[in-house]
């Protein structure tokens, strides 16, 4: 019997097997570098936003940061920053939700008071303003409870 076709089969089928493996090993270690945290997730949007100099990469951004919130209600950070991106876009009602997400996740943000009172000024809605100020300044210290107090007195 010829030991040739026998080596060459077998060289084959070596080959064969190695290109396989190393190719699920490609797949297997591409897909793990793909793999970011929340925080990564959020640093990436949060850069399209403000490193952009095309207001369609910054849409990216915060269709980015928005999928994100959606995906991670819980998480204060996105809620905080989604709430900054509302206001900034005068969308005064969706950043009140947000404020109010991050107060109810229970966060020690007390800027977020201060925010929401700032939104409800803006919606001209001065009974809520004064609510949350009111408890803000129950509630906080030095620079925070100083603001509080002069923007109250400003809405009386």
Do not use: H
């Not at 077998?10 to 297997?28: H, Q």
């Amino acid at each position: 019997m010829k030991r040739g076709p026998i080596v060459a089969i077998v060289l084959g089928l070596t080959l064969t097997v190695y290109i396989y493996t190393s190719s699920v090993r490609t797949k297997i270690s591409s897909q793990s570098i793909q793999v970011m945290t929340v925080t990564e997730k959020i640093q990436d949007a949060f850069s399209n936003i403000e490193n952009s100099d095309s207001p369609e990469a910054q849409m990216k951004g915060i269709l980015q940061m928005r999928s994100l919130s959606q995906e991670y209600p819980e998480n204060v950070d996105l809620q905080w920053n989604m709430g900054i991106f509302s206001m900034q876009s005068g969308q005064f009602e969706k950043a009140v939700e947000r404020f109010k997400n991050v107060l109810n996740i229970g966060s020690k943000r007390q800027e977020a008071y201060m925010q929401l009172a700032i939104c409800y000024k803006n919606l001209q809605d001065t009974i809520n303003a004064r609510l949350v100020l009111q408890s803000l300044i129950v509630e906080s210290e030095d620079d925070l409870k100083t603001t509080a107090e002069s923007m109250l007195e400003k809405l009386k």
